[in-house]
Each structure stands twice: as C-alpha cells, then as structure tokens.
C-alpha cells in the first residue's frame, strides 16, 4: 500500500513521470529493461534520472544528438563504451564521466552486484537514437 502511494504522489510531483521501483521495459527509449528508473527532475532541456542496472542488464548502443550524458556512479562498478572515439571506462562509487552529443554509448554493470547511477541529461531537447554495427537503427515503420 505504502508502495502505490509513492507512485502516487510522484506522479502529483511530475506529472506524466511514474517512479518505478521494479523492473521495467522503456518503450519511449529503445526496448531494454532495467531494474529501476526514477526522474528526480525534468524542466525543458534537462533531466535528472537515478538508474539501477543489476547483472546482465544494460542501456542498449544508442546516442543523443543535442544532449550530453553526464553519469555519476553512486554504487558501482559500471562500465560505458563509446565509439568515435572508441573507448572503455570503468566508473566506480563516486566517478563521473560526460559522453558528448553525437556520441554512441553503452552502459553496464560489471559485476554481479549491479550498479546505481544518476544520469544528467541535457542541456537541449531529449533524443534517443538507436545504435547498432552498422550504425543508427532505423525507427521507420
């Protein structure tokens, strides 16, 4: 009971946002699910997510045209790739790392104790493009 009425009251706090604190699939940015995704703030331009990835899961290749994610490991390790340039980093409880816009990147927990970051995201609109080997991955139906 006390559960649903968080949800609630954060969908008062920011509406159209739900805090979802068990497992979830995100529709609106690519098909992959994580073990928690909650928004602490969005004005236009930019948001503040909390992310929680536990073993095996992952943020799928994807880029952003206009924004820069900015991670911020809480409990880590975590692991992001990019590509152009092409790179590994290792980010451990308290280490932040920017990947500019234009830029693919994927995101893990590397180990099997998962990871929690904060993500901030901005400053411009929100995209989300999907990335695969070849390159963005078509959305046209």
Same mark, same amino acid.
């Given at each position: 009971?006390?559960?649903? #009425?968080?949800? %609630?009251?954060?969908e008062n706090r920011n509406p /159209?946002?739900?805090? %979802? ?17 909650? %928004?602490?703030?969005?004005?236009? /331009? ?5 992310l929680t990835l536990l073993e ?6 994807? +880029?952003? #045209?206009?924004?820069t994610d900015t991670f911020f490991?809480?409990? @880590?390790?975590?692991? !992001? ?7 590994? +980093?290792?980010?451990?409880? /308290?280490?932040?790392?920017?990947? #500019?816009?234009? %830029?693919?990147?994927? &995101? ?5 104790? /998962?990871?929690?970051?904060? !993500?901030?995201?901005? &400053?411009?609109? +929100? ?7 070849? @390159?963005?991955?078509?959305?046209? #139906?």
């Amino acid at each position: 009971m006390k559960q649903q #009425n968080q949800a %609630t009251e954060d969908e008062n706090r920011n509406p /159209g946002v739900v805090d %979802t604190r068990d497992d979830i699939t995100s529709k609106a940015a690519g098909e992959y699910s994580i073990k928690r995704r909650e %928004t602490l703030a969005e004005v236009p /331009g930019l948001r503040v997510r909390l992310l929680t990835l536990l073993e095996g899961q992952s943020v799928p290749w994807h +880029y952003h #045209n206009n924004i820069t994610d900015t991670f911020f490991c809480r409990r @880590g390790p975590m692991r !992001i790739l990019t590509r152009s340039p092409d790179a590994s +980093y290792i980010l451990c409880d /308290g280490d932040m790392l920017a990947v #500019n816009p234009g %830029t693919p990147h994927f &995101v893990e927990a590397s180990s099997a104790a /998962g990871c929690d970051f904060m !993500i901030i995201q901005g &400053v411009g609109e +929100y995209d989300y493009v999907p990335v695969n080997d070849q @390159g963005p991955v078509s959305t046209a #139906n």
